[in-house]
């Protein structure tokens, strides 16, 4: 039995047990990734078994004009099926099926570069909408006048960290700024940080005398008790520095958890990271927000378009890409990594 139908039983035993449904949010996690799965294992199942026919039907005599340009036609189809199922295999990194911590922070621009993180969480949210990932943001902290500071956001779904690592990084905003009277062009700028989700975190000791737990109350618009009480908390870890805020759950409780999720994989990677340098790939270097470090570049004035400084990979199409369809960015950096 390969790693596929193992998962898959794996999955079905915990969707079998009595409490699964306890936690509802866990659940329905755990149900995406089964059928997701389950769908690639059954796609897998009937392209062998369409294989197998159009090897019977070649057998027949091909000297007949119409049964030769049936075969193509069939052979065809099965080309472009085989490509979609191909692809699935370029996810091959250890942490390619996890799920995602994805942050943004508005970088050198002003109020500028924080309207173009809030850009950036609306293309992501897009294309996490698009590929049936379930995407949450954890915390949020707004801009002073427009635009937000910073955002994370926990994205839930197979291969979800495997789309998404190729947009660690510095991304570059060119256009004329709806915030300057003058209409000049700005340049701007936003760091983007993609975490996979560590299960295997059991080696990460993470003492309560090593952790400054903080509650406050939490912005937004309200409802739910969620901006009436002090249920959001802050959790710094003394050791590290590391800071890690979530303010969007309706009890304290709730988002001490999620608090707990973030910092351990923040924990996981510094430490994978300094183990090994080769796993420096997980996370990719922390670079400054600003000219000359960005990963990748939006330019919308004076002309459009949307260039990957690691890939060289451009399209005109900047439309497509901050509505979410940046597929083939991802595409492109995953088989420069597979031939690294």
Avoid at 98 to 107: D, P, Q, R
Avoid at 204 to 228: A, C, H, M, P, Y
Avoid at 292 to 297: D, F, H, T, V
């Amino acid at each position: 039995m390969d790693q596929s139908q193992q998962e898959l039983l794996r999955l079905e035993r915990e969707i079998n047990q009595s409490d699964f449904w306890s936690d509802q949010e866990n659940a329905k996690n755990v149900s995406r990734q089964y059928e997701a799965l389950r769908q690639e294992i059954n796609a897998w199942q009937e392209l062998k078994n369409e294989t197998a026919d159009l090897l019977e039907l070649a057998k027949l005599d091909e000297s007949n004009p119409e049964l030769k340009d049936n075969l193509i036609e069939k052979f065809q189809e099965i080309e472009k099926k085989f490509a979609v199922l191909e692809f699935n295999l370029m996810f091959s990194g250890e942490s390619d099926k996890s799920n995602v911590i994805l942050s943004i922070h508005a970088g050198t621009g002003g109020v500028d570069a924080q309207d173009w993180a809030q850009i950036l969480l609306r293309m992501y949210l897009r294309f996490c909408e698009r590929h049936d990932f379930a995407a949450k943001i954890v915390e949020e902290t707004a801009g002073a006048e427009a635009g937000i500071k910073s955002v994370t956001i926990e994205v839930n779904g197979r291969y979800a960290y495997g789309w998404l690592r190729s947009e660690n990084g510095v991304h570059r905003l060119v256009r004329i700024s709806p915030f300057d009277a003058e209409k000049m062009r700005h340049t701007s700028f936003a760091l983007v940080e993609v975490l996979p989700e560590m299960e295997n975190v059991g080696e990460i000791n993470i003492k309560d005398e090593d952790l400054k737990v903080d509650v406050f109350r939490s912005g937004g618009s309200g409802g739910q008790s969620v901006n009436t009480t002090d249920s959001a908390v802050r959790i710094t870890h003394l050791p590290t520095g590391v800071v890690v805020k979530c303010q969007n759950e309706r009890s304290q409780a709730q988002n001490k958890n999620l608090a707990m999720k973030v910092l351990r994989a923040k924990l996981a990677v510094m430490s994978l990271e300094q183990q090994e340098a080769d796993l420096q790939k997980l996370k990719g270097e922390h670079r400054k927000a600003q000219w000359g470090n960005q990963a990748r570049s939006y330019v919308l004035q004076p002309y459009h378009l949307v260039k990957d400084h690691r890939t060289e990979l451009e399209t005109q199409d900047t439309d497509r890409i901050l509505n979410g369809e940046f597929d083939d960015f991802c595409v492109a950096y995953l088989r420069q990594q597979l031939e690294k």
